[in-house]
Each structure stands twice: as structure tokens, then as C-alpha cells.
């Protein structure tokens, strides 16, 4: 038996680079991975590693450490934020000053989109799906939609920033989200 070696011809070589390339193109840009949010008790599904931050804020009237884990996907950033604010009685005041930041920092006014449930939280009025339309200084379009629920004097905020929201991303990214 004679066995031959045959190389590939250039059309079959220029046929498998463009199927490799259709399935690099088909690849999801977000890579869903379940997180815990460090410090927090609260578990979210991120399309992207996220990095953990400390930051300080005036919350409800006092200095406070506020934990935020982020991370930007196909041009979008998703984040979940918390901080304790040590006493049950500023729990509304700090959701309310969370929720006027969101709409001021895209520079549009808030819209309420339906009341939130996590599994886990406290209930509360607030606990609500927000979102919020602006204007970049460029005067492209940015969007958002957040989150805002609490357990006992913990208040959270999750967050997705973008030019265009994916609304199947968003949905994924909030209904995930989980407290322990």
C-alpha cells in the first residue's frame, strides 16, 4: 500500500481560516463567570473578572467605606456596589442619595422601571430597577440601569453603564444577583 502525504491545497487553507474566523466572530464577548462580591454577602454573575475597589463617601451624612466590584465588557461596565451604614434608620436616606448620584453622574433624570426583589435582602420601597438616559461631553448617548436593594443597614447598588444597553445582558446581570 502506498500512503501519500498531501498538503493542503490554498483554497482549503484560505476556506479553514475564514470558518476559524466565523467562529471567533460567533464567540460570545461576554464570558458569564458567578462571583462572590468580596466583603459584601452577595454573589452576582459577571460577563467579565471583576477588580475589587475601596473607596471613601458621604453617605447619609457621615464618611463611609464604600465596596465596589466592576469590570467592563464589550463596552459596558457592570458593577455592584455596598456600604453599611451602621444604623437601620439611614438605610432610606443612603438609597436615596445612591439613586440621585446614578442619575447624576449619566446626567439624565431617573425612571422607575419596576419594584426589585434579591434573594436574601431586606425588603424595602426602595428596592427598585431604575433607568436613567443622559449625554456624554462628546454628546454621544450613554444609558444605564440599576439596582437598589439592602440587608439590615447594608445598602447595594448594582449597575450597568453603556452607549447601548444589551437589555438580555442587563436582565442576565440583575436576576443573578444573590445575597447570602
Not at 468580596?38 to 464604600?66: E, I, N, T, W, Y
Not at 431617573?110 to 426602595?126: D, E, F, N, R, S
Request: with cysteine.
Amino acid at each position: 500500500m502506498n500512503v501519500h502525504a498531501t498538503r493542503p491545497s490554498a483554497r482549503s487553507l484560505v476556506g479553514l481560516v475564514a470558518i476559524v474566523g466565523l467562529v471567533a466572530a460567533c464567540s460570545p464577548a461576554l464570558d458569564w463567570r458567578d462571583t462572590l462580591v468580596p466583603d459584601s454577602g452577595a454573589s452576582a454573575v459577571f460577563p467579565c473578572k471583576p477588580d475589587a475597589h475601596v473607596r471613601q463617601v458621604v453617605l447619609a451624612g457621615a464618611g463611609r467605606k464604600m465596596h465596589l466590584a466592576s469590570c467592563m465588557a464589550a463596552d459596558t461596565v457592570y458593577a455592584v456596589s455596598h456600604v453599611d451604614v451602621g444604623d437601620l434608620g439611614q438605610v432610606t436616606e443612603a438609597m436615596q442619595a445612591l439613586r440621585a448620584l446614578a442619575a447624576e453622574n449619566v446626567g439624565g433624570a431617573a425612571k422607575v422601571i419596576a419594584p426589585q426583589t434579591v434573594p436574601g435582602m431586606t425588603p424595602h420601597p426602595l428596592a427598585e430597577r431604575l433607568a436613567v438616559a443622559g449625554k456624554r461631553s462628546d454628546g454621544s448617548v450613554i444609558e444605564a440601569q440599576a439596582i437598589f436593594f439592602t440587608q439590615a443597614t447594608v445598602v447595594y447598588q448594582a449597575t450597568v453603564v453603556g452607549g447601548h444597553l444589551d437589555p438580555d445582558a442587563v436582565d442576565t446581570f440583575f436576576s443573578a444577583l444573590k445575597l447570602r
